[in-house]
């Protein structure tokens, strides 16, 4: 049986306290179920931004979309956490990425170490979380037992298996950026390499014994050890147009490398009307196991009748 779609908006701009209240009202109206907050300089503090998002919903989780862990002591990303999930009544999902964007580094004075520095820290970083969170002498004390739930986002093998065995939601970006490039667009991988990490990682988790190898699509990912992870994606492009393939010959001057094809099939884009994004949707918990699916906080209005579409 197909895991239930989820669907979360990430974000990205605070003008003020009122717009941000309403913002976060309208997102729970469309029917996302999870409101999420990115960890990048120029945008809202995270933890500050979801608490302030709980204040004003009750059904939506919320959630950080991803932590740079550049940014952060384990230690004091224990309390942060434990303290947001307490505020906002145990409805915190906590992402956490290696971080990608040296210059954010270079301007907050911090050091920006190299692809396995970065990952050996996001690893690090992990384990103490479990052992922090879980602790019941530390304070303070996660509303959610044993820990909220953990997202991990990425796409390379190390960080993959780091996901197989402690994550309970794992994050594909299917974009790469080499490690010594300035900060811009990623480039995205085709769908059968984005197949192939997908594979990857189920197979990192078959090795590891977690239950989140189980296969794609299956069960609810609360635990791990105990069932498979929940699959997620982050979705670059919306657009209700009558023209996909017109579209897709628009972007492949920003993918030369895919065919038009290759663009349709793509999970990071979804263009048509909202029914055929729909069963573009479909498709790829068919094909890759996704089932959770965010988009950015500007295609928030254009994706909603693509949620109303999948709900009826």
């Known amino acids: 049986m197909a895991r239930p779609f989820r669907f979360g908006v990430n974000l990205l701009t605070l003008e003020s306290a009122p717009a941000w209240r309403e913002k976060c009202r309208r997102a729970d109206r469309l029917g996302y179920d999870v409101l999420l907050v990115p960890d990048h300089l120029g945008m809202p503090a995270p933890f500050a931004a979801l608490v302030a998002a709980a204040e004003v919903t009750e059904r939506p989780r919320l959630g950080t979309f991803v932590l740079n862990l550049g ?9 942060a956490v434990a303290t947001c999930d307490t505020l906002t009544g145990g409805r915190l999902e906590l992402g956490l990425g290696a971080g990608y964007v040296k210059a954010e580094h270079d301007s907050a004075g911090l050091p920006f170490g190299s692809p396995r520095e970065r990952v050996d820290h996001l690893e690090h970083t992990v384990r103490e979380l479990e052992r922090l969170l879980t602790d019941p002498e530390q304070q303070p004390r996660p509303a959610q037992t044993p820990r909220p739930p953990l997202l991990l986002g990425g796409n390379g093998d190390r960080l993959l298996r780091v996901a ?13 950026q080499a490690p010594d490039d300035a900060p811009g667009p990623v480039k995205i991988i085709s769908p059968e390499a984005l197949e192939e990490r997908v594979a990857a990682f189920h197979r990192f988790a078959a090795e590891a014994g977690t239950g989140a190898g189980a296969g794609a699509g299956a069960g609810a990912g609360a635990t791990a050890g105990s069932e498979p992870a929940e699959l997620n994606y982050l979705i670059q492009m919306v657009e209700n147009t009558d023209a996909r393939r017109a579209k897709a010959r628009e972007l492949r001057p920003y993918a030369p490398d895919l065919t038009e094809e290759q663009l349709l099939d793509h999970p990071a884009l979804l263009l048509g009307s909202p029914k055929d994004m729909a069963d573009q949707l479909r498709a790829h918990r068919e094909r890759f196991g996704f089932s959770y699916f965010t988009v950015l906080e500007h295609h928030m209005e254009a994706f909603a009748p693509v949620i109303e579409e999948l709900h009826r």
Not at 71 to 79: G, Q, S, T, Y
């Open 71 to 79: 940014f952060w002591n384990p230690a004091l990303l224990a309390r």
């Open 164 to 176: 197989a065995r402690h994550a309970q939601i794992a994050a594909f970006t299917g974009a790469v």
